[in-house]
């Protein structure tokens, strides 16, 4: 099923998911992507669901970037140039892929990677070399290429960036500042993915690349509704809410691509 299939119902849900989407991005500081993708693959073909949300993840972490200083946009630009750049050739090479891949797989790896970021999250199943984070070695610039270049063909091909997400969450930085980062990190990864996404046919028809366009509008109000929100939800509300609702998404996928359900 495509977007432009879908009755007027369901294109309200899609816009309701990436309202939801936004606001748990703008409280939690991630997880656009995630839920967004995860809860729209349920609804299109995965393929479509990961192109649909380019634009308005893009929008999203413009946003987001928004809130850093100058100094601190500087600073971390400096500090991460590295990680960014090998993170977009990688998203290339992830991209290139996306259109190979048949829908039902695609949806059960979705799935898989949903609930594994649900694990990874809760600490019940480590992401692999996450437990040599605290290295220098991983914090150096060879280290953040190979990082890099492996999370961009991972988040290219699903927009899950959960590797970047853990990689960056082990520099101690603040939550505003990580935030931020984050932000910068996908701005820079997704800027170049409304282009290459064209330029490889990933779209399946203008008017789902309009309505990508359109979906700016919810993501945005969304982020805006989150950072209200943002000091006054405590953390373990934070963690609850999301791995809560990534958990439902996972099982979903994971079930409808084996034909359960």
């Not at 910068?184 to 789902?208: D, K």
Request: proline content about 5%.
């Amino acid at each position: 099923m495509t977007l432009a299939s879908l009755p007027p119902a369901t294109v309200a849900a899609v816009g309701l998911v990436v309202l939801v989407a936004g606001a748990t991005n703008g409280v939690a500081g991630f997880g656009f992507a995630v839920v967004g993708t995860m809860a729209l693959a349920t609804l299109v073909d995965p393929a479509t669901a990961v192109v649909f949300m380019i634009v308005p993840i893009f929008a999203v972490n413009v946003s987001l970037v928004s809130d850093l200083s100058r100094e601190e946009l500087r600073s971390c630009s400096a500090r991460f140039w590295p990680l960014i750049a090998a993170a977009l050739v990688g998203t290339v090479v992830g991209m290139a892929a996306l259109q190979r891949v048949p829908a039902a797989p695609l949806r059960v790896g979705l799935g898989v990677l949903t609930l594994g970021f649900v694990a990874t999250a809760q600490r019940a199943v480590p992401v692999p070399g996450m437990d040599s984070f605290d290295g220098a070695a991983l914090r150096s610039r060879p280290g953040m290429v190979g990082v890099g270049g492996v999370s961009g063909v991972l988040f290219g091909g699903t927009n899950v960036g959960v590797q970047l997400i853990a990689y960056l969450r082990s520099f101690d930085l603040s939550h505003g500042l990580f935030v931020g980062v984050v932000a910068l990190v996908f701005l820079g990864l997704n800027g170049i993915r409304v282009a290459i996404a064209g330029a490889f046919g990933l779209y399946p028809s203008t008017a789902v690349a309009a309505a990508s366009v359109v979906a700016v509008v919810p993501a945005v109000a969304g982020v805006a509704v989150g950072k209200r929100l943002r000091t006054s939800v405590t953390e373990r509300l934070r963690r609850l809410v999301v791995l809560g609702l990534l958990t439902l998404v996972g099982v979903r996928l994971v079930t409808g691509g084996l034909g359960i359900a």
